[in-house]
Nanobody, 114 residues
Framework: VQLQASGGGLVQPGGSLRLSCAASGRVFNFDTMGWYRQAPGKQRELVATISNGGTTHYADSVKGRFTISRDDAKTTMYLQVNSLKPEDTAVYYC?????????WGRGTQVTVSS
């Protein structure tokens, strides 16, 4: 299983981005997939998750601003990030949990700055 995150960039406060996580391999039977982020000098933190059944969960800090989704084939996961704030600046990583094994993709940098 390989994951590849993309879609990051430099955006002004209040702006939006759409992050994508393309998965290859046997990911259709994943338990959960999710987005995490790590800001400089801080620990990696959960942003949002989506279960195989479609149940979503968000960190309080992003509720109402970020939306996690996936395509019907369950091979691509998305994170729509709106109303971005400087504190959202971080490297964003995607993760898949398959049969209790964690698979991580390389991150994509999101920088929010004027």
């Amino acid at each position: 299983v390989q994951l590849q995150a993309s879609g990051g960039g430099l955006v002004q406060p209040g702006g939006s981005l759409r992050l994508s996580c393309a998965a290859s391999g046997r990911v259709f039977n994943f338990d959960t997939m999710g987005w995490y982020r790590q800001a400089p000098g801080k620990q990696r933190e959960l942003v949002a998750t989506i279960s195989n059944g479609g149940t979503t969960h968000y960190a309080d800090s992003v509720k109402g601003r970020f939306t996690i989704s996936r395509d019907d084939a369950k091979t691509t996961m998305y994170l729509q990030v709106n109303s971005l704030k400087p504190e959202d600046t971080a490297v964003y990583y995607c993760k898949a949990v398959i049969r209790l094994v964690n698979y991580w993709g390389r991150g994509t940098q999101v920088t929010v700055s004027s």
